[in-house]
């Protein structure tokens, strides 16, 4: 078959159109197309009709071609559709081997006639019918967190966003709620959060999401959350030991932090919104990772400063300095196998960093940060590895690690060159001309150790 004729015949299928809908209506989408279809007479001849006779049977996405109908006599019957060029009373239309088969009486051919529905067609397929032609490509991209699907619909398709919506909704049996973006996050919002609109659905933002192996639950409309990180988070928590101390500056609801927790890591998790710790302290206990995660609520400067200082006297205290884990024995076994015993370290080996707006001003909190500890930082290793997270205006072939390192450099009052940078990842583009980067680098002594007393 020509390209044009398998066209034409993919159009045959296509819904009908009507661009003046506003409001979804199901039952507009009916079609009925006159086929024929091959009755095969013993159905156990149906593998066999349907690879020989190949060529002359219908292939359209989503509809069975081979149909069950009951007799007058509560036989059952089993069609085979064909295609439209197939008449049921011209064997001149039918291959060879169709033919043939009538012939041998194998099949017989017989009108058919089939009726679509709303529930044939995809969303794309829907959409496509609906809105005008030349609002350009159908706007089908949207994150999911949990049941709740989240539009960012650009300004010209908002007249449609109840239709896009509600047929959205339809097609995708595992959402049911779905919003839209109002506003851009903006450099406004502290809690990188966002005005949005329930379109279709139930009222109800209460997600519950899977991502490496943990579970998150959250208000979407309450916290960060974005399904787009799940790498990014995983490229950052494998880099953690067992044993080790990691500190999340900006943990929102925990996708760095549970998950490093739950591989033993000991994690000092904060957010300043108030939403988010709550969240961040239910996935705590849905993870069961307490022994190893330890939640605040505080700004991230004051908490760069106050962890530091917090491990180092937990670590000291023989009554919280360790974590025991039962090891499992033999049922009955005398006496029970002895736990696993993990210390905590004195310093973190780790601090993250992610929000990308601002974070790098947090920066200067490391200044001296370390003073007074020299005695227990022996070597340049034991300091942190910082994971900040920045914007760079795209394209990417720009300089952006010499920006990058020259606004570091300034928070840090400490110049770093691109040669300093442990990683610099260009995590993804989040704009036609906005970059997010992941920067990775070991705190200097010099910062660390730095008097800010006489400054
Ligand atoms: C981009 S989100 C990242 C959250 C989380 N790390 C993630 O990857 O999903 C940034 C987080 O920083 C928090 N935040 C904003 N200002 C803060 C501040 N001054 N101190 C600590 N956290 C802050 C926000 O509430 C938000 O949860």
Same mark, same amino acid.
């Given at each position: ?7 034409? $015949? ?12 506003? !409001? ?14 091959? &009755?095969?007479? @013993? ?7 349907? !690879? ?17 109908? !009951?007799?007058?006599?509560? /036989? ?5 559709? $064909?295609?439209?060029?197939?008449? &049921? ?20 051919? #017989? ?5 679509? !529905? ?18 350009? #490509? ?18 010209? =398709? ?73 790498? /990014? &988070? ?9 044993? /080790?101390?990691?500190? @999340? ?56 400063? #106050? ?73 340049? #290793? ?7 997270? =920045? ?5 990417? =072939? ?12 300034? &928070?840090?009052?400490? /110049? $770093? ?39």
């Amino acid at each position: 078959m020509s390209n044009s004729s398998s066209g034409e $015949m993919s159009r045959l299928f296509l819904p009908p159109i009507n661009r003046a809908m506003r !409001k979804l209506d199901p039952s507009f989408f009916q079609k009925t197309i006159p086929l024929t279809a091959a &009755h095969v007479l @013993d159905g156990r001849n149906i593998p066999k009709v349907t !690879k020989e006779c190949a060529k002359d049977l219908l292939r359209v996405p989503r509809l069975r071609s081979v149909i069950t109908q !009951k007799d007058d006599a509560g /036989e059952e019957r089993r069609l085979l559709l $064909m295609k439209p060029e197939v008449k &049921h009373d011209d064997l001149s239309t039918v291959q060879p081997k169709t033919r043939e088969f009538v012939e041998q009486k194998i099949i017989e051919l #017989e009108p058919y006639t089939l009726h679509m !529905k709303y529930e044939n067609w995809n969303y794309e397929e829907i959409m496509s019918a609906i809105l005008p032609e030349d609002l350009g #490509e159908i706007p089908c991209g949207f994150t999911q967190a949990g049941h709740l699907a989240h539009l960012n619909l650009r300004e010209h =398709t908002l007249p449609y966003k109840h239709l896009i919506a509600t047929v959205l909704l339809d097609k995708n049996p595992n959402i049911s709620t779905v919003v839209n973006k109002i506003e851009d996050v903006g450099t406004g919002s502290v809690y990188r959060t966002f005005p949005m609109e329930l379109l279709a659905g139930e009222d109800n933002t209460n997600v519950e999401v899977r991502e490496s192996g943990c579970v998150f639950r959250f208000d979407f409309a309450k916290v960060y959350w974005n399904s787009r990180l799940g790498n /990014e &988070h995983e490229r950052i928590f494998k880099q953690f030991k067992p044993g /080790e101390a990691v500190a @999340d500056v900006m943990a929102g609801v925990g996708p760095f932090a549970i998950p490093a927790a739950k591989q033993r890591v000991f994690v000092y998790a904060n957010d300043l919104n108030p939403e988010s710790y709550k969240s961040l302290v239910d996935n705590i206990k849905i993870n069961k990772v307490s022994q190893f995660l330890t939640p605040h609520n505080l700004d991230g400067a004051n908490f760069i400063r #106050e962890s530091i200082r917090a491990l180092l006297s937990r670590s000291r205290n023989t009554s919280t300095n360790k974590v025991s884990i039962p090891t499992p024995g033999r049922r009955g076994q005398k006496p029970p196998p002895p736990p696993t015993v993990i210390p905590m370290p004195p310093t973190f080996s780790h601090f993250v960093m992610n929000l990308p707006a601002s974070a790098t001003t947090f920066l200067g909190a490391f200044r001296g940060a370390y003073r007074g500890l020299e005695d227990v930082i022996t070597g340049q #290793e034991m300091l942190p590895m910082i994971h900040v997270y =920045t914007f760079h205006k795209a394209p990417v =072939t720009e300089n952006a690690a010499g920006d990058i390192c020259a606004d570091i450099s300034r &928070h840090l009052g400490h /110049e $770093m060159r691109e040669g300093d940078l442990v990683n610099l990842e260009n995590v993804r583009l989040v704009a036609p001309s906005k970059t997010y980067y992941c920067v990775s680098f070991r705190l200097p002594a010099s910062v660390a150790f730095e008097d800010t007393q006489g400054t």
